[in-house]
Antibody
Framework: QVQLVESGGGLVKPGGSLRLSCAASGFSFSDTYMSWIRQAPGKGLEWVSLISSSGSYTNYADSVKGRFTVSRDNAKTSVYLQIHNLRAEDTAVYYC????????????????WGQGTLVTVSS | EIVLTQSPATLSLSPGERATLSCRASQSISSDLAWYQQKPGQAPRLLFYDASNRATGIPARFSGSGSGTDFTLTISSLEPEDFAVYYCQQRSNWPLTFGGGTKVEI
């Protein structure tokens, strides 16, 4: 079945960097758009970034543009989120999610989601 | 940026009752809306896409409706497992945005 497993979260000092990973299985990863979505503790959901199936197209929320970089390795069926210059407001659970490509089309919906990895930014 | 406003913030109901959740967009988004359910300690799960299309495995007691700026998620008769937080999401414009959520509690 479809599985997404995030890793790489942890406690980081302000200004630090981190690389999150999402290992995918159970579907044709190289044909699938992927996204990162985050959720601050006790708060709602915020879309962060999207990457196309080939990796040639990416998009970011304004709040992370210039500090976050999304990439993928189709041979390893993994997607990554490189985060630089971390701020306290980046503290959140980071989820990766698959575009379900309903009827073979890019939908910009999210299904399923991984269980998330917690990033805490604190001195 | 399209702002999605969900109401009410909290809905206090009992099992067997009907739940009606609202999501209002700051501008028309046609039917480009999805609903997600999130239980404590779990990732969100897709319930509906394109406003009214039920995702795989979602029970028939859930229904989605609306277009333009006003959307509704209805749970016809609440089961104990339905008590959760529900989010709407639009894909009409970048950036993709979510509503603030409605908590359905007992």
């Amino acid at each position: 079945q479809v599985q997404l497993v995030e890793s790489g979260g942890g406690l980081v000092k302000p200004g630090g960097s981190l690389r999150l990973s999402c290992a995918a299985s159970g579907f044709s990863f190289s044909d699938t758009y992927m996204s990162w979505i985050r959720q601050a503790p006790g708060k709602g959901l915020e879309w962060v970034s999207l990457i196309s199936s080939s990796g040639s197209y990416t998009n970011y929320a304004d709040s992370v543009k210039g500090r976050f970089t999304v990439s993928r390795d189709n041979a390893k069926t993994s997607v990554y989120l490189q985060i630089h210059n971390l701020r306290a407001e980046d503290t959140a659970v980071y989820y990766c999610a698959r575009d379900p490509h309903i009827s073979g089309l890019v939908t910009n919906w999210f299904d399923p989601w991984g269980q998330g990895t917690l990033v805490t930014v604190s001195s | 940026e399209i702002v999605l406003t969900q109401s009410p913030a909290t809905l206090s109901l009992s099992p067997g009752e009907r739940a009606t959740l609202s999501c209002r967009a700051s501008q028309s988004i046609s039917s480009d809306l999805a609903w997600y359910q999130q239980k404590p300690g779990q990732a969100p799960r897709l319930l509906f896409y394109d406003a009214s299309n039920r995702a795989t495995g979602i029970p028939a007691r859930f229904s989605g409706s609306g277009s333009g700026t006003d959307f509704t998620l209805t749970i016809s008769s609440l089961e104990p497992e339905d008590f959760a937080v529900y989010y709407c999401q639009q894909r009409s414009n970048w950036p993709l945005t979510f509503g603030g959520g409605t908590k359905v509690e007992i």
